[in-house]
């Protein structure tokens, strides 16, 4: 079934976990489980037609967004936000290591650079620049929440897919990273340049003097819930990595309360806000039940009174 993902609907998303979205500058915006009708259709419109679907960590089943929050209006890439199933499965033969998938949020340090700068498959990309939050699993070939979460930076970049499509046989390339459709530039398929979608989304960012990048990522379900609550009313808040505001250190107070968070209250949803959430939904819930993501059931839990809704 396809539904209709709006520019106001990306606005929805992110009042309702609480990012803080510049409108000055374009911004990536990933759904993971999400994939667009017409994976050709590139082009910045104020609505796209999108599908939501399983992953399976063979093919792209994701969606990453080139946003203009200051024009009203995006351009949606057919990609991947998790690994692909060849390196996880290499991964947990080594403890996880060497792969992982990102944890959803907000991440604002993604410049221009060089996705394995020196090799024969490096290519102009996306750079993150930070430590940030990270799932490696040792015991199976997806990630849920039972797989422990890390924070490092393992070079999360956003690049291209090294594939053609979105179905079989076409498989795309990744251990972490987030990755468009298409093919890349670079010393191993010199002279090709830049193909396919991966090509229209390196364009349209390396072409602005911009060399910062914000980058919003969520689940599918979160987008299909924002799409279903806009028509139908209201839904419950969110506070997740990359949160900010009062509500945030509102959850940071009640969590130094029970001595699970010892930093600052500053109103950051940051690494160290986050290990305390984890820590104290595995206590209080159980070890499959840490999201890390503060919604009306943890905040309950926390007694965090008059919980908003959006």
């Not at 998303?13 to 409108?23: E, G, M, Q, R, S």
């Not at 690494?271 to 905040?299: E, K, S």
């Amino acid at each position: 079934m396809a539904y209709t993902l709006t520019e106001q609907h990306l606005r929805r998303l992110c009042k309702i976990n609480n990012f803080d979205v510049p409108t000055d500058r374009m911004l990536f915006f990933g759904v993971r489980g999400c994939l667009p009708v017409d994976t050709l259709d590139n082009d910045f419109a104020a609505r796209h037609d999108v599908t939501f679907t399983d992953l399976n960590y063979v093919n792209p089943r994701c969606t990453i967004i080139q946003w203009r929050p200051g024009g009203e209006d995006f351009a949606p890439f057919a990609g991947s936000t998790v690994p692909s199933l060849r390196l996880v499965r290499g991964g947990t033969m080594n403890n996880g290591s060497g792969v992982n998938q990102l944890v959803t949020g907000y991440y604002d340090d993604y410049r221009k650079g060089h996705h394995k700068p020196g090799t024969q498959t490096g290519h102009e990309a996306f750079r993150q620049n930070e430590a940030h939050p990270i799932r490696r699993s040792a015991d199976d070939y997806d990630y849920d929440n039972d797989d422990r979460v890390e924070f490092t930076n393992p070079y999360d970049n956003i690049h291209a897919a090294w594939c053609q499509g979105v179905n079989e046989p076409s498989v795309y390339t990744s251990a972490g990273c987030q990755v468009i459709v298409g093919f890349p530039k670079c010393p191993r398929r010199a002279p090709n340049p830049n193909i396919g979608p991966w090509k229209s989304f390196h364009d349209n960012a390396y072409d602005l003097a911009q060399t910062k990048f914000s980058y919003v990522l969520l689940n599918g379900r979160d987008a299909l819930q924002a799409i279903a609550s806009a028509a139908a009313g209201t839904v419950d808040a969110r506070v997740r990595f990359g949160s900010t505001g009062a509500l945030v250190g509102r959850v940071q107070t009640a969590l130094k309360e029970r001595d699970f968070y010892e930093g600052l209250v500053d109103n950051d949803f940051g690494g160290r806000t986050l290990r305390a959430v984890l820590d104290y939904q595995t206590a209080v819930f159980g070890r499959d039940q840490d999201d890390g993501i503060v919604g009306p059931l943890t905040a309950s839990s926390l007694e965090i009174a008059d919980w908003p809704k959006v």
